[in-house]
């Protein structure tokens, strides 16, 4: 059976991506940082999981990662738009370096690489915005601009070394994992313990249930035109 590496493996995706593919039998090299929230735990242990602690964005940190895996699931990132207003430098090296590291390793050791970029390269924040494929790409926060120049340079790869690239823009999504911070399980855990909810009315965007995208990702993992 072949391997497929997840990086950000033990991020909420990359949680639900490693125990998905596990199911169907399949080896999982999961490349992470740390386990901030012990995740890993919740992870089926056999011989077909390895967990690799290392920081992608370092220089050349290609290198370090197991040499002829086929395929490359690039999740890695700092996912907040919160997070990357205070924090605009910390968030466009990790993104942008993290990236051109996997697509080293994917010139390399031949790779297929599925990049995982976000609905944010729209704006992600407009009131009542359903967003599709086609609209204009207009970041309103850091993280944003880092997934927009890194869908750039994504391109700028495949047209120098044609390499085997697919992009995907994620919406919001929700599911098993993710921590309470986040809108869905935040007015969930309110509302369990009698507190008002804080959703605002009249106010409209699109959600994806987690496994659902997982299925998306493995589809253009094995059958995905590069682009």
Known sequence: MDTIMITGGLGFVGFNLAKYLLKNDYNVVIVDVADFFSRSKFLEQT???KIIYQNLAADRAYEKLPEKIKYVIHLAALPHVDYSSYHENETILNNILSLKNILLYSIENGSKVVF????EVYGGC???NIYSETDALRPQSIYGVSKQFCEQLVAYYQDKFNIDCVTLRFTNLYGVGQLPDRIIPRNICRLAEGIRGDLTANFYRDFLYVED???AVFYMLMKGKPG
């Open 47 to 49: 011989d077909r999981l």
């Open 116 to 119: 995982s970029s976000s609905v």
């Open 126 to 128: 407009n009131k009542n």
């Open 213 to 215: 995208a997982i299925k």
